[in-house]
């Protein structure tokens, strides 16, 4: 499986001559018409990790093609007249060749005033686990690859480093980085990286545009 990290929170992956799109926000350049797509996953209703606009571009682009996302987003998707299905923690579907476990059930604690929407992590083909914004440990599951939230409203880097150190994934990558300056991101990074390789594990700065396969 080869995956691309596009800005922000989201990821294209592929395998197969298959495409798998994951969280098209607002923080992320418009996602092309891209051909081969057999599903998308939403995370959680939060603009930067789903528009109405990535979404339908898709949509058009690969029309019938499954939308996988907690109740919040299919609620929000009504307005794009997507088919949404609703997942929830527990469920395993399959997008085209891909396996896709779901896990966790809310996003972090941003703020006590602040509602707390659904959230879930996914974990593809066993071996990619991309936790949305949340610090959802998939159990039972010996994970190749973590996408690690490196920066957000909610987040701790010493939290974040504490779950890396839970999960102790194989390699791990950041995400959710734009609302970061380039120096926080370089240290946010770093961090990150200390984490993964207690573990005996490898970290990839993985910028907008870089893969990794797996």
């Known amino acids: 499986m080869k995956i691309t990290k596009l ?15 994951v969280d098209p926000g607002s923080f ?4 092309p018409e891209l051909e081969n797509v057999v599903g998308v996953v939403i995370t959680h209703e939060h603009p930067d990790h789903w528009t109405p606009d990535q979404l339908t571009r898709l949509l058009e682009a690969n029309p019938g093609i499954p939308v996988y996302a907690p109740q919040g987003v299919a609620d ?22 891909f396996e896709l476990r779901f896990f966790g059930g809310q996003h972090a604690l941003i703020h006590s005033s602040i509602p707390v929407v659904d959230n879930l992590g996914v974990l593809v ?8 914004d949340s610090y959802t440990v998939p159990e039972g599951v010996e994970v190749q690859a973590l996408a690690v939230p490196s920066s957000a409203p909610w987040l701790k880097i010493g939290d974040a480093m504490d779950y890396v150190l839970q999960v102790a994934p194989r390699h791990s990558f950041p995400t959710h980085e734009m609302v ?10 770093g ?12 970290f990839h700065a993985l910028t907008p545009g ?5």
């Open 210 to 214: 870089d893969a990794l396969e797996l």
């Open 28 to 31: 992320t350049a418009p996602v």
């Open 76 to 97: 929000a998707a009504a307005e794009v007249k997507a088919e949404v299905t609703v997942v929830r923690a527990g469920d395993t579907v399959r997008a085209g060749g």
């Open 125 to 132: 083909d066993g071996e990619l686990f991309y936790p949305g």
């Open 180 to 189: 970061n300056s380039e120096a926080g991101k370089q240290m946010a990074n």
């Open 7 to 21: 800005e922000h929170a989201c990821l294209l992956l592929e395998k197969g001559g298959e495409r798998l799109v």
């Open 191 to 202: 961090r990150i990286a200390w984490a993964t390789e207690q573990n005996g594990g490898e």
